[in-house]
């Protein structure tokens, strides 16, 4: 036996004792993925994967120059844009990152839903997956703020301001956020705690066990694969075939948000200053924008509720509508199944369409 190969057999057998490497070895090797025309959609949840890290990597080093302060919050982000090494380098990765993170979870939403992937045993992958997009979203908006520039500071007074509208608890929830009624120093603080501590920990435990599901289940199939003769049906090893394209894959992922930082560094715009009046033509992030234009095309009162109040209960009970559709639509009924299949395209298309006007108007 070469001194190699018993290096590799000693140490083996010093993991297995302790962690059951051998079990977890033999997991991966049963992993095992369909091959279809519409398997190129199983790599979004692992790119997401790969930008979270990107996220966590990078937050975590901002905030050694970051001040959570209404008075240095703004300058400290200057600084960090320009004086400090790679300053400029590491914020543009967190800020487009961000942006990439949610288009790509957008990608991941939809296809595991046209997929019919939320069907049973997978409701709960279905379920964590809906809260981590929330969670993602929520990231964004604390986010948006930190910087305390004047576009952040309005866009996020729009949005408390409208999210004070829900029903019973919005007021009560705005205001614990604003830490009063107005945006300040109160705010920056929650938002920055929400920010770095409160969503990375529900995330995290999210994910975990998102993954965990993910690895019990193995990966579901399109009907399309699934009506085929058992003869007909091909699959490739997870570990390393696919293991590996999904590392080419990140690298790939890797290289848009390298090349979208060095194209276009993120910027800050001036000091936010809470006693001028809003910029005209202030807009949410893009991820947001269908439903503040979808807001905005309601007339003031719709009939005796308000309009802001009936479209965001019209925007509930679709998000609902996301929740309770694994229940229905569980393979069993055709007539679920398409009506599935055409609610996920009447919201993806009113989505895009609105997101559109919102950036042109
Ligand atoms: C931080 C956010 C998320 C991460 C990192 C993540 C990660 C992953 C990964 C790595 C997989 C396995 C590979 C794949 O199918 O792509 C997966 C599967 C899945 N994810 Fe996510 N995901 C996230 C959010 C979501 C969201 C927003 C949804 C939808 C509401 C979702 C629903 C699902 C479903 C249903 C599967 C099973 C797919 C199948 O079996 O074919 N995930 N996720």
Same mark, same amino acid.
């Given at each position: 036996?070469?001194?190699?190969?018993?290096?590799?057999?000693?140490?083996?057998?010093?993991?297995?004792?302790?962690?059951?490497?051998?079990?977890?070895?033999?997991?991966?090797?049963?992993?095992?993925?369909?091959?279809?025309?519409?398997?190129?959609?199983?790599?979004?949840?692992?790119?997401?994967?790969?930008?979270?890290?990107?996220?966590?990597?990078?937050?975590?080093?901002?905030?050694?120059?970051?001040?959570?302060?209404?008075?240095?919050?703004?300058?400290?982000?200057?600084?960090?844009?320009?004086?400090?090494?790679?300053?400029?380098? @590491?914020?543009?990765?967190?800020?487009?990152?961000?942006?990439? +993170?949610? *288009?790509? $979870?957008? /990608?991941? !939403?939809?296809?595991?839903?046209?997929?019919?992937?939320?069907?049973?045993?997978?409701?709960?992958?279905?379920?964590?997956?809906?809260?981590?997009?929330?969670?993602?979203?929520?990231?964004?908006?604390?986010?948006?703020?930190?910087?305390?520039?004047?576009v952040s500071f309005f866009a996020t007074k729009i949005g408390l301001d409208i999210a004070a509208k829900t029903p019973l608890i919005g007021?009560?929830?705005?205001?614990?956020?604003?830490?009063?009624?107005?945006?300040?120093?109160?705010? @920056?603080?929650?938002?920055?705690?929400?920010?770095?501590?409160? +969503?990375? *920990?529900? $995330?995290? /435990?999210? !994910?975990?066990?998102?993954?965990l599901l993910v690895q019990l289940h193995g990966m579901s199939a399109p009907g399309s694969f699934n009506d085929l003769p058992e003869a007909k049906k091909t699959y490739e090893k997870f570990f390393p075939d696919f293991f590996y394209k999904d590392i080419l894959v990140w690298i790939l992922a890797a290289n848009v948000l390298f090349a979208l930082v060095m194209l276009n560094p993120w910027g800050i715009g001036p000091e936010a200053d809470p006693f001028a009046p809003a910029p005209v033509g202030i807009k949410p992030e893009w991820y947001f924008l269908s439903m503040f234009q979808f807001l905005k095309l309601i007339p003031p009162m719709v009939g005796p509720i308000e309009g802001e109040l009936f479209g965001m209960v019209l925007m509930g009970l679709a998000a609902l509508g996301f929740v309770i559709l694994p229940f229905v639509d569980n393979g069993k009924s055709k007539a679920w199944s398409r009506f599935a299949t055409i609610f996920g395209l009447l919201i993806l298309t009113g989505m895009i369409l609105l997101s559109i006007w919102g950036a042109l108007s």
């Open positions: 036996m070469s001194g190699n190969t018993k290096l590799k057999n000693g140490l083996q057998a010093f993991l297995d004792e302790r962690f059951n490497i051998s079990s977890l070895l033999q997991i991966a090797d049963k992993k095992k993925v369909p091959i279809h025309k519409h398997a190129v959609w199983y790599y979004m949840g692992g790119i997401a994967t790969m930008y979270l890290a990107v996220q966590f990597i990078t937050g975590i080093l901002l905030m050694i120059y970051y001040v959570p302060e209404i008075s240095s919050a703004h300058a400290s982000i200057l600084k960090i844009n320009s004086k400090i090494d790679f300053g400029w380098f @590491i914020r543009s990765l967190h800020s487009w990152g961000a942006n990439l +993170l949610i *288009a790509i $979870l957008f /990608a991941h !939403l939809f296809s595991t839903f046209f997929m019919k992937a939320y069907r049973r045993p997978r409701e709960f992958t279905w379920l964590t997956g809906l809260l981590l997009m929330v969670i993602c979203m929520a990231f964004g908006f604390s986010g948006y703020l930190l910087p305390w520039d004047d007021e009560t929830v705005a205001n614990m956020l604003r830490g009063g009624e107005h945006i300040g120093q109160a705010t @920056i603080s929650r938002f920055f705690a929400i920010h770095v501590i409160v +969503l990375p *920990a529900a $995330l995290l /435990a999210l !994910l975990g066990v998102h993954l």
